[in-house]
C-alpha cells in the first residue's frame, strides 16, 4: 500500500482508494514563537514529520494512507506576546476539525488521525472536543494520541518528561534531523538552557511564555540537540500515532 498527498490526487482517484482499509492523517500545529533560532512553523514541521514516519508504517501494514495539508493555525495563546504568533479562538478549531471529519467521511474516509505537535492546553482541549463531537454526528473517527498524557508521553524524551521542551533541545533536534536550513544555528549554539518546566507552569495557573520563564520564547536546552536525537524521537512519534491508529480500527 502507499502513502499519498492527499492535496496532490485527482477526485477519480479518491474515489478509488480502499475504503476498508485508508486512514486519513491530519498534521497539526501552530504558527507562534519558538525561541531565536527556530522558525515560526516549528510545530507544523514537527507534525508533518509525524504523519509521515507515521504513515509509512501504516502503508507497510497493508492501509492506504492519505496525508492531508497540514492545519498550521490555531490557539496559541502563551505564545500571543511574541511578535508573528498567530492565534484562533479554541471554538474555531474544533469547528474546523469537526467540519473536516465530516468532509471526508461523506467520501468514505472514516478515520481522521490527528499528528499533533502544538501543545497549548486551549488547543488540545479543542480537538479533544472535536474527537467528542464527530463520533455521533458523523460516524468519524478523530483518532488523537496526547502525546502530554500517559502512556506516549513516557516513552519521549527525558527534557520533553521535564516540561522544558518548548523550542528546546527536543523540538530543535527534530527540525534539524528535517529542515536544517531553518535552524540558526549560531544561535542555537550560544543559547543557555533553560530549565523552567511549562507543564508545571501551566498546572500552577500560568497562562504566558513569558510568566513561565519563557522570556525568549524557549525552554530547555536548544544548545544539546543533535540530528541522531531528532531521527530517533521522528521514529517514536510515528510508532505513538500508528499504535493509536491500529487501537481505533480495532474496535
Known amino acids: 500500500m502507499a502513502v499519498l498527498d492527499f492535496a496532490h490526487l485527482t477526485w477519480e ?8 482499509k485508508a486512514v486519513a492523517i491530519l498534521p497539526v500545529g501552530a504558527v507562534e514563537a ?16 509525524m ?11 497493508g492501509h492506504d494512507v492519505v496525508l492531508l495539508p497540514p492545519l498550521a493555525y ?8 511574541f511578535p508573528g504568533t498567530v492565534s484562533l479562538r479554541p471554538a474555531t478549531v474544533t469547528a474546523v476539525l469537526v467540519d473536516l471529519a465530516r468532509s471526508l467521511a461523506r467520501h468514505g474516509l472514516r478515520v481522521l488521525a490527528i499528528a499533533n505537535a502544538h501543545l497549548d492546553p486551549a488547543h488540545l482541549a479543542a480537538i479533544e472536543a472535536a474527537a467528542t463531537q464527530t463520533r455521533p454526528e458523523t460516524g468519524a473517527r478523530i483518532v488523537f494520541p496526547d502525546v502530554t498524557k500517559k ?15 518548548h523550542a528546546g533541545r527536543y523540538e530543535t533536534s527534530i527540525v534539524m534531523a528535517t529542515r536544517p536550513e531553518l535552524v540558526r544555528e549560531s544561535l542555537r549554539r550560544s543559547l543557555p538552557a533553560n530549565p523552567c518546566s511549562l507543564s508545571t507552569a501551566i498546572r500552577s495557573g500560568q ?45
Open 13 to 20: 482517484e479518491v474515489r478509488d482508494l480502499d475504503r476498508t
Open 34 to 49: 519558538h525561541g531565536p533560532h527556530l522558525p515560526l512553523s516549528t510545530d507544523v514541521i514537527i507534525a508533518e514529520t
Open 51 to 61: 504523519a509521515r514516519s507515521a504513515g509509512a508504517r501504516l502503508a507497510a501494514r
Open 74 to 81: 490555531t490557539a496559541a495563546d502563551f505564545a500571543a506576546g
Open 151 to 165: 502512556p506516549w508521553a513516557q516513552r519521549l524524551t527525558e527534557e520533553f518528561r521535564s516540561g522544558a521542551c
Open 207 to 251: 497562562t504566558t511564555f513569558e510568566a513561565a520563564g519563557g522570556l525568549r520564547a524557549y525552554f530547555g536546552a536548544p544548545a544539546d540537540a543533535s540530528v541522531d536525537e531528532g531521527a530517533h524521537t521522528i521514529e517514536i512519534l510515528g510508532g505513538l500515532l500508528e499504535e493509536a491508529v491500529l487501537a481505533e480500527l480495532a474496535r
